[in-house]
């Protein structure tokens, strides 16, 4: 067997590229951004390389502890955290 026919496909998908306000855009499949490793407001550049539009991840910057505290939703994040019994002098 070749080794073009043991290897897994990677997916692809052939797509219509939209208007976007005065943009233009295209929709990631979920396959093919998993695939890539790309996630939901990930920063990313664009670049052109012989007629190709290149997308390449860019490094993240940690969260400052304003914008994880600004991320926390208390409906889906609520409650304690360690439900437990009081250990020691805790006030109850």
């Known amino acids: 067997m070749s080794r073009h026919h043991a290897e897994a496909a990677l997916p692809e998908a052939v797509l219509d590229i939209k208007p976007w306000g005065n943009n233009l855009g295209v ?51 609520g409650g304690e955290a360690m439900v437990t019994t009081a250990l020691g002098a805790e006030a109850v």
Not at 37 to 50: D, M
Not at 52 to 72: G, K, N, Y
Request: charged share 25%; net charge positive; no cysteine.
């Open 27 to 77: 929709r990631i499949p979920a396959a093919v951004a998993r695939a890539a490793k790309l996630r939901a407001n990930q920063r990313v550049r664009l670049t052109v390389e012989e007629g190709r539009v290149v997308i390449t991840p860019q490094p993240s910057e940690p969260l400052s502890l304003e914008e994880r505290l600004a991320l926390f939703d208390p409906a889906v994040h």
